[in-house]
């Protein structure tokens, strides 16, 4: 029996190759745990038993270090990528009419404020948040009329 145990932990390892998950490596360390079991009885039910449980604990015992090292930082993508972003007034947002634009690395975006201000053109502005195709914005400077046509 011990010779099935030796041909499983080798599809296993190979089968490791195959997946990015290192899950399939433990089996493969039960079926060899398994195979050492054989050499001392030949019940199939404590050889299996003993395959289960190993891999069971192999497993448990190793995902939380096998997370840490593979966690990656998630990066923004997309339209979150500029959440926080500086961005310019290019048309007055206006809090009453929910009115404005704004430019953000070179796209124009629809703009909102939660602020009961009118931001005028040119102002620079942080970005908040974003609903739907709308930029929720809060002023960092506003213009003075002698900034607008610069």
Avoid: R
Avoid at 3 to 21: D, N, P
């Amino acid at each position: 029996m011990w010779q099935i145990w030796l041909i499983a932990a080798g599809i296993f390892f190979v089968g490791e190759i195959f997946t990015a998950g290192f899950l399939i490596f433990w089996l493969g360390f039960g079926a060899l745990l398994a195979m050492v079991v054989s050499f001392f009885t030949s019940n199939i039910i404590i050889q299996m038993a003993v395959f289960v449980i190993s891999s069971g604990i192999f497993i448990l015992a190793t995902k939380p270090l096998i997370n840490k090292f593979a966690k990656k930082d998630v990066v923004p993508t997309n339209v979150y990528s500029i959440i926080g972003k500086p961005a310019i007034v290019i048309e007055d947002i206006n809090w009453e009419t929910g009115t404005g634009q704004i430019k953000v690395e070179g796209e124009v975006w629809s703009a909102k404020t939660n602020d009961s201000v009118i931001i005028p053109k040119g102002s620079e502005v942080e970005i908040e948040s974003i609903d739907g195709v709308k930029a929720f914005v809060k002023p960092i400077t506003i213009a003075s009329p002698t900034n607008i046509n610069k």
